[in-house]
């Protein structure tokens, strides 16, 4: 095999890569956001988003996906038996994490003002965070968010351990084949920067001008 | 029914070791304008952000009508939405450009149709002079044009009454001659407010009451030309002479 196909070959495993590392990055916007209010706003409760983040973003993302796999994959074969399923679900729900970090700041940036303002216009605290608060946090944490994504990009490799043909797999089954360890690892590791850094580094850019708009 | 736009008694509010309003008591009538001056620190802020229970106070009652707002359970929201509040700091949504400021509470507030909405608030920026902002956002702006845009998001929803916290003191000098212009306009019209200012030529034309609110309670009521000519309290007198001096100086 030579490298153009070794090349080919390893790319075919992107869209799984990209797909993985796209839900569980939604999944974590979707998960973060909610906690990062409750956190800063529901003061009451706030514990559950802390025990929450600290089993996480604590735990190492190749445990979780070992036990949601082969751990509850065994007793609910749908979805966690599912290692594309699993593997998005576990990255989401660490992702969910990291991300509340990153918007609990960018909410405490933005600070208290905004939401007085709103509901000093009749909106509720909650129709006030939707209208007012989440586009602006938003806005205003993409060059954390661009990082967390690229971070999911790399930690979508772990998906390997429970047999996710994506690139990674790909390239392990490859030095297996070939014996040959150093060309498949090599393109593997140009293939993560190229798509790694030029999403983060197009967000960041996206949420700067943006962030200027706002004069944030 | 009354007349009573709005109404407290007896507010107090206490910050820690700060009595930031004691036992203020004041009523507001239709059409009633009415200026609320005194050295800063005092609590003026923190009593009319009481009224629009943005800050709740610790006693004492706010009437918005014949509802009272400070018995729990009051939908605090829906009586919101009948008072319009414009802050020093003026607080744009920062993500929105002007029309998305003035729009946004009569779409979800209100719940008015989109076209309705747009038009109210198209008419809003208009009386307030700032159309030509419609679709800047607010960095976009100068501070006397967002203070304005401040105040056409306070009237577009036609509330019963408008409270004023300082609305001209974060501006330069020469800003705040078109904020004032607005206000002038506004009164004119008849619109219910009351305004937390140091503006004494503004006040002087347009206030009907003015009242001198000192280390957390009112000293002193009366007309523009009592406070002008000849206030009783020593505290008040004093205020008043430093605060001509320093408009003649402007």
Redesign the interface.
Known sequence: MDVWQTLIYLLEGLPLTFSISIIAFISGIAIGLPLAFIRVYEKDVSFVVDAYEKVFRGVPELVLMLLFCFGLGYYFAVPFANPFFTAAFVLGLRSGANQSQIFRGAIRGIGDEQLIAAQSGGFSKWQAIWHVMVPQVLTYSTPGLGSEYALLIKDSAYAWVIGVLEIMKRAELLSVQTSNLVIPFSITLLIYVAITFPIAQWLDRWGNKKRKKMGL | MTDTVMEARDVCKKYEKLEAVKNVSMQIRKGDIKLIFGPSGSGKSTFLRCM?M?TIPDSGEIYLGDQCLTKPATDL??A????G?V?Q?I?????LTALGNVE??LK???KLPKEEARNRALAALKEVNVSDCVNK????MSGGQQQRVGIA??IA?NPDIILLDEPTSALDPELTGEVIDTLRDLAKEGTTMLIVSHEMPFAREVAEEMIFYDQGTIVETGTPAHFFNHPNSERAQKFMTRIIKRTMRE
Do not use: D, G
């Open positions: 629009a943005l929201n829906k919101r939405a009948r008072i509040f802050f700091h607080y744009l949504f920062r993500h946004l509470s979800h507030v209100l956002y607010p960095s976009q998001r306070a929803r």
